[in-house]
């Protein structure tokens, strides 16, 4: 018994230490309980959208990282790289969502780079702050860390999935405090919706993606490619999944393959809760409480989408 706990302290110090030396900044504590993550605007390229408006963001994400206890603030592609520098300093993280925009052309890409670029250099001050690319925007995050698109085809589309987990996923920071039966859950069950026709295969070829990321999770896709599903910055707070954790507890349409099982609810929850907490080691603040209500998704009404759409309802910019 005593043994046990013994072991146990050594344990838990051994684990801390050796995370917490490698990661820029985490010593900062969490000490934000107001934070406000930003999400890039996407641009729409789906025909029956484009009445609506030219960039647009699924109210599924900005659940997603309400649910957690933050607020949202939209990013619209159209400001001037001082803007987004002005913006920068006052939001906890950023979330690049998915989509079809190209990764090195579009100005979802181009405005993306300035935010990484900025979210780089505060991290190397000391400054944490956060980002996480879902689907295209974790393929996005591979483009700016490589300077290459190395994306093949690897298709996994409208399919839910379990995880081929590395071994680095068990001492990640995602997965941290995940219970035993959801990491079990997560090798086993189909808890990952997909629904892309790109993947990276080519991660371990790559020297500059090996040395920025430590690679959580594989899938093989429907055409027999092995490609990257989970990553998570070794020495800064970045992070991306080529799956989609929001769908499980915000997305509904009966023909798509979003899994909404109790662990895939609990894995989106977990995840949600985890990139919040990483915000909330973030100091950035509006000037005052006025500002920041103007600049909240707040003052935006979501668009009803269940009837042109895979998603229910939509932001639109
Ligand atoms: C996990 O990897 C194995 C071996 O490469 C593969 O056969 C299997 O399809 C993969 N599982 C998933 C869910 O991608
Ligand atoms: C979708 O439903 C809304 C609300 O009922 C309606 O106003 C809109 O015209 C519909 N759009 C399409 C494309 O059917």
Redesign the pocket.
Known sequence: MQLCSFLGVLFVWGYFCSHEAKLIGRKQNIVNDRPVIGILTQIVSDA?MKQYGSTYIPASYVKYIESAGSRVMPIKLTLTTPQYENIFSRINGLLLIGGASNLETSDFARVSKIFYQLALKANEAGDYFPVWGTCLGMQLLTVLVSGHNLLTRATAVNVALPLNLTQAAFSSRMFDGFPKELMKALQREPLTGHFHHYGLAAFKQNKDLMDFFSLVSTNVGENGVNFISTIEGKKFPFYGVQWHPEVNRFQWDHTLSFPHSPHAVQLSSLLAQFFVNEGRRSLHKFDDFKEEALKLIYSYTPV?AG??SGYEQIYFF
């Open positions: 029956a009803f009837n042109f």
